[in-house]
């Protein structure tokens, strides 16, 4: 406002009314004029000031600031609103929204429909909102009250965690799914026997007892891949400690994969003699999974070729190549997943349970170690396996806790001989 609007009429009056009463009452007229400068003086000056905010105006602008300060490093996504309007921001929300939606109605700003009956309702609550940013994703927002006035909104992604939920269900549907196949074979022959009452001759007889005997080693060998992936996974986070001398663990591991009926496909290549720190029996596995798979899968009048040698980084390598029918470039990086299968049908006749690529990648995982697997059509498969020497892997960041990246598989682009 300007001096015209407060201008102290009432205090220039009152003041003179006073002077008039002070020179009446016999003070002499210098000193009364000069009350009445100094009067005069103080109420112009007071009128220049300009006037105090309200108190409201100035808690508001105090309240705001101090939030401001307090959220803008969280590291959630956090709104404050003003009778839903975004106010504030911090750095997570605008990054992940912009900047734009400050001072927009959070409504318009967030869009979805649990979302706007969320903030149209005054009370404190929780909202699941799908595709607030990408269409997968998943969101928890939670409005908490400040006051009748500003409201906090804190958004927090789920999309981990369900992704985590959808794995966990879909591993047990699939493993339900894969022990419900040869026990329901094993039930049902053995039902045959006994209900034909000794009546089967024995050469069928002795077929049923074949097929119950392998489907058995199949459902032995499934729990067993079971257990060894749940230990892995449950081990993965513990750094191996074991000095290791892998040229003997290679060629001991896979002459044990070969066994006498295939060792004379199996070719060794130990080049060197590394020492890493590990765990001896699962970096047995590895191996052992690795060349039983390619014994499985490469061409049977082909060899497998095992190598153990030098990469450079300071790490020792591991190869295991066959020279079968090979898998598409875009079947490479489901390889991993677990009951993944490029071939049904071959995989389960050849006793195989799905499992072992997954178990193989959580070891090397474990043993900050890194996985690649290259396969051409009609020239073969070729898995390198990279470990850090004795005294590296301190050194070396771990992989993440999902599992072994799909830039890391394949990553290798060496074409296949």
Request: aromatic content about 2%; proline content about 4%.
């Amino acid at each position: 406002m300007g001096m015209g609007q407060n201008f102290p009429v009432a205090g220039i009056l009152l003041a003179g009314m006073a002077v008039v009463a002070m020179i009446l009452l016999g003070v002499d007229a210098v000193i009364a004029l000069a009350v009445l400068l100094v009067w005069f003086g103080s109420l112009l000056v007071a009128a220049g000031r300009p006037p105090e905010p309200p108190k409201a105006v100035v808690r508001q602008k105090l309240d705001l600031d101090s939030i401001r300060d307090l959220i803008e490093n969280f590291s959630t996504p956090v709104l404050i609103t003003e009778r839903n309007t975004i106010a504030l921001a911090n750095r997570a929300a605008r990054t992940m929204l912009g900047l734009h939606m400050i001072g927009q109605d959070a409504r318009v700003a967030l869009r979805q429909p649990e979302a706007i009956s969320l903030l149209n309702d005054s009370r404190s609550g929780e909202a699941i909102v799908r595709g607030l940013v990408r269409r997968q994703d998943i969101w928890q927002i939670s409005r908490r009250a400040i006051d009748d006035r500003l409201a906090m909104l804190e958004l927090t992604n789920q999309t981990a965690e369900a992704d985590i939920s959808r794995a966990h269900t879909d591993f047990v549907a699939n493993a339900s799914h894969e022990l419900r196949t040869p026990l329901a074979a094993i039930l049902g022959y053995v039902e045959t026997l006994r209900e034909d009452d000794g009546r089967v001759d024995t050469p069928t007889a002795q077929k049923f007892l074949g097929i119950i005997e392998r489907e058995a080693q199949r459902l032995h060998a499934l729990v067993s891949d079971l257990m060894s992936l749940s230990r892995v996974e449950a081990e993965k986070h513990e750094l191996p400690t074991e000095r290791i001398e892998l040229a003997s663990l290679v060629e001991r591991a896979a002459r044990d994969a070969a066994g006498s009926a295939r060792m004379d496909r199996l070719d060794l290549e130990l080049a060197a003699q590394p020492c890493v720190l590990g765990d001896l029996h699962q970096l047995e596995q590895v191996v052992r999974n690795l060349v039983d798979n390619a014994l499985k899968y490469g061409a049977h009048d082909q060899a497998v070729t095992v190598t153990l040698d030098l990469a450079p980084g300071d790490q020792a390598r591991i190869t295991v190549s066959d020279e079968g029918e090979g898998v598409s470039p875009e079947q490479i990086p489901h390889l991993t997943r677990r009951f993944y299968r490029t071939d049904p049908g071959r995989s389960r006749a050849s006793g195989g349970t799905g499992l072992g690529l997954a178990i193989v990648k959580h070891i090397v995982e474990r043993h900050r170690g890194r996985l690649d697997i290259t396969s051409e059509r009609g020239k073969g498969t070729r898995v390198v396996v990279r470990i850090p020497l004795a005294g590296q892997q301190n050194e070396v960041e771990g992989a993440s806790e999902d599992g072994l990246s799909e830039d890391a598989i394949g990553a290798e682009t060496q074409e296949l001989s």
